[in-house]
């Protein structure tokens, strides 16, 4: 079975700082890998995936992940902070596209003034 | 394109009562999962439908069940309520079940009272 961990349930960075958001996984076969936002009283919405091909993959609102496989790592960055970054992110991974997905628990970012 | 609509937003039930929530997908998209987000257990998957037939089932109790419609609108139901089914229910949908990704709805606010 597949599982998703999540290291930090809690991030706190200054606005315009780096951010990090660590997301590792276990999976028997190549994944399909996942970042998800969510805001407040809001659905999930798609940051950006990796599927296959380019192991860095670029997403919305300048976002970026770097798929891994030797570290089983999907790491989520964004090279300087917003103060409307500040939401929970969810790391998701399936093991085939026809399959469900998978969730890790979650961090809360939340960016200083 | 109008986005995946869940109804309702909110709602408030008594122990012992039963509920439904209704989800359209995107237009065009013809499979929905559903999944249940707890602070305490996380996002987990509830079930799958694709042209009307459950595809996929998560560890839920009988109580939760789901259909979906020929116009690929769905519907989750959860009968006898308990409170620990206080949950953000969410609805994602895709094009099919073979689609890389999910696109969520905003989710329907379930409080058990």
């Known amino acids: 079975a597949q599982s998703v961990t999540q290291l930090g349930s809690h991030v706190s960075v200054s606005e315009g700082a780096l951010v990090l958001l660590r997301c590792n996984y276990s999976s028997s076969v190549p994944p399909y890998l996942f970042w998800y936002v969510q805001y407040p009283n809001q659905g999930l919405q798609l940051l950006l995936k990796y599927t296959t091909g380019a192991t860095l993959v670029k997403g919305i609102n300048g976002f970026e992940a770097e798929f891994k496989k030797s570290e089983t790592s999907f790491h989520l960055t964004k090279p300087s902070a917003h103060m409307s970054d500040a939401a929970e992110y969810f790391c998701a991974v399936k093991k085939s596209s026809g399959d469900k997905l998978t969730f890790g628990t979650g961090t809360r970012l939340a960016v200083r003034p | 394109k109008a986005g995946v609509t869940q109804t309702p937003r909110y709602l408030i039930k008594t122990r012992g009562q039963q509920v439904t929530l209704s989800c359209s997908p995107i237009?065009?998209?013809?499979?929905v999962s559903w999944y249940q987000q707890t602070p305490g257990q996380g996002l987990q998957f509830l079930f799958e439908y694709f042209s009307e037939t459950q595809r996929n089932k998560g560890n839920f109790p009988g109580r939760f069940s789901g259909r979906q419609f020929s116009n690929s609108r769905s519907e989750m139901n959860v009968s006898t309520l308990e409170l620990g089914d206080s949950a953000l229910y969410l609805c994602?949908?895709?094009?099919?079940?073979?689609?890389?990704?999910?696109?969520f709805g905003q989710g329907t606010r379930l409080t058990v009272v």
């Open positions: 237009s065009g998209h013809r499979s």
């Open positions: 994602a949908s895709s094009g099919s079940p073979l689609a890389e990704e999910a696109f």
